[in-house]
């Protein structure tokens, strides 16, 4: 896998990455995971500090001695480090954790949080802009080579642009078959923001689903191929994520085209992913 984007800064990012989301420390499943996505060839791991496994993916890394230039490394600012300060102070922590001297993304998780939303309906205007403060001082500083959010919409994106010196360059959104939200994906791309795909394969329904089983069986694919070659025909960077250390290689083997007429059927498809209105998230 050599696809790759640039993000408006120049910096480069590989077009799939490793999700870690549901894979703990506990029994060292995250290690292991992101050992075995190193070794079969993954350069871009995905975690956050909500996650709680920043310490076994920066154990994996270091282990895995890679030269550091080689992995590209994102995690995300949780919705109770709000505020310049305590942003400042999480990043620190998370760059400890994953024992890095610089993160090459970092992501605010949630643009409105239940716990902003307690506090007045425009809070999360102020967070998000004294939060992005923090992280625009850390990219000046070369602590950061990246910025970004996860989970806004278009009104969260102009809030941002208000104030914000360096501009967004990732936006990481649900984005699986039949769930484009062209709305902010127009305005992403518009305004030179890449669109990350969590949860590629949706909400697991992809699997059981007769019309992507009938066109991975056309391609001699997998359900889970198929759905990160539309992922990335749409100009998307999947995370896929695994502990299987068969689907951790196999989700990387997807140097093949689909045929457009394919690719719109997976645009329109039913009960793939659900979406969620991050202003009404409870948390």
């Not at 994996?60 to 400042?88: C, M, P």
Request: glycine share 4%; aromatic share 8%; hydrophobic share 40%.
């Amino acid at each position: 896998m050599t696809e790759k984007v640039t993000f408006h800064n120049g910096i480069i990012m590989p077009s799939i990455g490793f999700g870690t989301w549901q894979l703990p420390e506990k029994d060292n499943v995250a290690y292991d995971a992101v050992s075995h996505a190193l070794k079969v060839g993954y350069r871009h791991i995905d975690t956050a500090q909500a996650y709680g496994n920043e310490a076994a993916v920066g154990s994996a890394i270091k282990d895995s001695r890679l030269a550091r230039e080689e992995i590209f490394v994102t995690t995300k600012v949780w919705n109770n480090q709000r505020g310049y300060d305590k942003t400042k102070q999480s990043i620190e922590e998370s760059l400890e954790k994953l024992q890095l001297d610089y993160i090459d993304l970092v992501l605010i998780h949630w643009p409105n949080p239940k716990a902003l939303r307690d506090i007045s309906p425009d809070e999360w205007k102020t967070a998000n802009a004294e939060s992005w403060r923090a992280m625009e001082d850390l990219y000046d500083a070369g602590k950061i080579r990246a910025i970004g959010v996860s989970n806004f919409m278009v009104h969260h994106l102009e809030s941002l642009k208000e104030q914000a010196r360096v501009q967004p360059m990732v936006n990481q959104i649900l984005l699986a078959p039949g769930l484009l939200q062209q709305e902010v994906v127009d305005y992403c791309k518009a305004n030179n923001i890449v669109l990350e795909a969590y949860s590629p394969f949706g909400s697991g329904k992809l699997f059981n689903n007769e019309v992507v089983a009938a066109m991975a069986e056309r391609y001699q694919r997998s359900a889970a191929q198929i759905a990160l070659r539309w992922s990335l025909d749409h100009g998307f960077v999947p995370l896929p994520r695994s502990s299987s250390a068969e689907n951790i290689e196999n989700n990387l083997k997807v140097d093949f085209e689909l045929a457009q007429e394919d690719r719109k059927i997976l645009d329109t498809l039913d009960g793939i992913a659900e979406y969620h209105n991050p202003d009404e998230r409870d948390f």
